[in-house]
């Protein structure tokens, strides 16, 4: 969940340098092309090197667009990092619910022995026997929820173990091909930042 939430920043301090970048050079363009417009034998040159730089600069939307793609695979895995943290939080009241049950019964069958060898007191046959009758019946309806309840038990936290299992392959796999695919392009996007200044430096040499 941290590496995610470190890439997600990583890519956002990225995009907003690369937005600055593309915006100086948009600077450039402009510069250029209007220093153009006052020279007379260097003027083809400038407007040219203008063009170039105007050309790299709008391509920033496309790119941002890029950024933004990669950043939403990985929110995707942020929402779905919150999913395991509920899946875990639900296992814990499943097991404080399992918890209460177990005691329950537990409280429940030691006052049955109780009533067994008369330690409540004054009461009738009749009346012990019917509060006994009573708490079998609880005791047996509550040993049923407490089976239930493990198995219930059980099954959540085998499933649930098969979810984390297959996220985390799932996760490494994809992460590992975004941060490729994310490489490739800031090494695609440098290579056009040299070629636009590669095309400016024949501009500027041909004045």
Known sequence: FDLIVSFKRLFQRVADR?????????????????WSAIEK????????????MDVYASSIDDILEDEEHYADQLKEYLFYAEALRAVCRKH?????????????LASKKQQCE???????????PE???????VLEDQ???????LKSKNLEGREFVKN?????????????????????SYAVMQ?????????????????????
């Open 18 to 34: 690369l937005y600055g970048v593309y915006k100086v050079h948009g600077n450039y363009g402009r510069v250029f092309s209007e």
């Open 41 to 52: 034998e260097m003027g083809d040159g400038l407007q040219s090197a203008g063009h170039h």
């Open 92 to 104: 814990e009241l499943m097991q404080y619910d399992l918890e209460m049950a177990a005691q329950d």
């Open 114 to 124: 109780e009533l067994a060898t008369g330690l409540f007191g004054q009461e009738t």
């Open 127 to 133: 009346q012990k026997e019917a509060r006994v009758k």
């Open 139 to 145: 005791i047996s309806e509550g040993e049923q929820q």
């Open 160 to 180: 649930a173990w098969a979810d984390i299992e297959r996220f985390k392959e799932q996760k490494n796999r994809d992460l590992k091909e975004a941060l490729i």
């Open 187 to 207: 090494i695609s996007m440098c290579k056009k930042g040299i070629q636009v200044w590669t095309n400016a430096k024949e501009c500027f040499s041909k004045m």
